[in-house]
Structures are given as C-alpha cells and as structure tokens.
C-alpha cells in the first residue's frame, strides 16, 4: 500500500467554475476525512467518512461543497462556483475505527493535499 | 472550550541544538494527543502520540513528547536538530471516546535551522 494518494497535487482555476479533488485512502482504512489548510494555519475540519456514509460535516462546508464516498473506498471533494476564498490546501486522511486506544484507531494518515488556486 | 495552543509561531535553532516545541490544551476530558510534522508543500506526517500509559513517549525521526495532565502540555522534544527537521510541526489533540472524531489543531510552530 502507497498510503494515501490525492489526485491532483495543483489546480489553478478561474473563479466559478467547479473543481473535483479525488482522494484514495489507504485500502483498510475505512474512515476518511477532508480538511482544508490555509497558509499559516492548521488544518479545519470539513467532512468525514465511515465507509460510504457521510458521518459529519463542518458548517465550513457550504452548499458549494459536496463530498462522496460511493463504494466506501475512494472520495471525492467537489467545489463548484469557486471563490477567491476557496484558495486552499485540501488534506484527505484517513484511518481505521475502533475502540479508543485500539491500535491505529483515531490516528490519521494524510495525503500530500491538493492545492487549489482561484483566480 | 476546547482549544490547542503552540504559543511559538516561528523558532530558529542551530544544526545540533536541542529543540522543545510547546503545545498546551484545553480538553473537557482526557484527550488523545498527537504530534505531526509538514514539510513545504506536503501532507502531515505523524511524529508520535499518546493514548495512555508512560506519560513519555518516543517518535519517529528521534523526536520525543511528554504528556504532563497537570499543566495540559504536550511539548515536542529532540536532543540535536538536524537541518532535515526544519518544517512546520502541528500539535493535535482528540477525543477518547465518544463519536466526534475530529482532531483539534494549533496553529502550528514553524521551524528553521540554522547551518
């Protein structure tokens, strides 16, 4: 298993047009959580998944964003009309659930992130 | 309210010198405390963390953190820095139990070492 890949690492585009970010979790892992990072900042919280169903999303994530899980495997995060302010890093990490304490539960693993730019 | 603070924003340190990075948290309960590392441009790398048991604990790259519940710290330590370690290093903590499993983040300590 390479970890956790996030596709792609940049994107550049122009204010209103939409913009997907795919992430592929480590295979057993079958939480998965998106967070954005700005610059000087630690990461926000913006969904998570346990296996295909949305457990929790952040007020952050405003109508404009949408997150999918279908077959419970890889993700993805959907921007559309995008803002100046959406400039970000987005973080995909992902973990296994299990008792508190189990091993490797509540440990996150992060992609490389998918920075996206708004002009 | 549940908070992690890194009071450094920026610490600069020569090849060789030891480091201690702060971390203090205000948790309604005994939290999951971690420590991660990110490099320019990249994702965040899990340096240690502490569930339970000996309150010091051993990381990756020769890192160490100890968890003190009286003064709810969490400071990162290494004995001799090395210029690879130069990086941004985010303080996390979580819950123990429960379903909210989000982690809370500091703002992160920027590290620079100099040659």
């Known amino acids: 298993d390479t970890g956790v890949s996030q596709d792609p690492r940049h994107k550049i585009t122009k204010r209103g047009q939409n913009v997907t970010f795919r992430c592929d979790p480590i295979s057993e892992h079958n939480r998965l959580y998106w967070y954005r990072q700005t610059l000087g900042q630690g990461p926000e919280f913006l969904t998570y998944f346990q296996n295909e169903a949305q457990l929790e999303k952040s007020r952050l994530l405003s109508d404009r964003f949408s997150a999918e899980r279908p077959k419970g495997s890889f993700s993805t995060l959907e921007i559309q009309r995008t803002e100046q302010g959406d400039s970000a890093m987005y973080l995909c990490?992902?973990?296994?659930?299990?008792?508190?304490?189990?091993?490797?539960?509540?440990?996150?693993?992060f992609g490389a992130g998918s920075r996206l730019t708004v002009l | 309210a549940q908070s992690v603070t890194q009071p450094d924003i920026h610490i600069t340190v020569s090849e060789g010198a030891s480091l201690e990075l702060r971390c203090n948290y205000s948790?309604?309960?005994?939290?999951?405390l971690f420590w991660y590392v990110q490099s320019p441009g990249q994702g965040l790398q899990l340096l240690l963390k502490y569930f339970s048991g000996d309150t010091l604990v051993q990381g990756i790259k020769g890192f160490e953190a100890e968890f003190k519940r009286s003064q709810s710290s969490f400071n990162l330590r290494k004995p001799s820095v090395h210029w690879s370690d130069a990086a941004e290093y985010f303080c996390a903590v979580g819950p123990n139990a429960g379903n909210n499993r989000k982690l809370i983040w500091g703002l992160g300590t920027s590290l620079a070492v100099n040659p």
């Open positions: 948790y309604g309960a005994t939290p999951y």
């Open positions: 990490a992902s973990s296994l659930a299990g008792a508190p304490g189990g091993s490797g539960a509540n440990v996150l693993t």
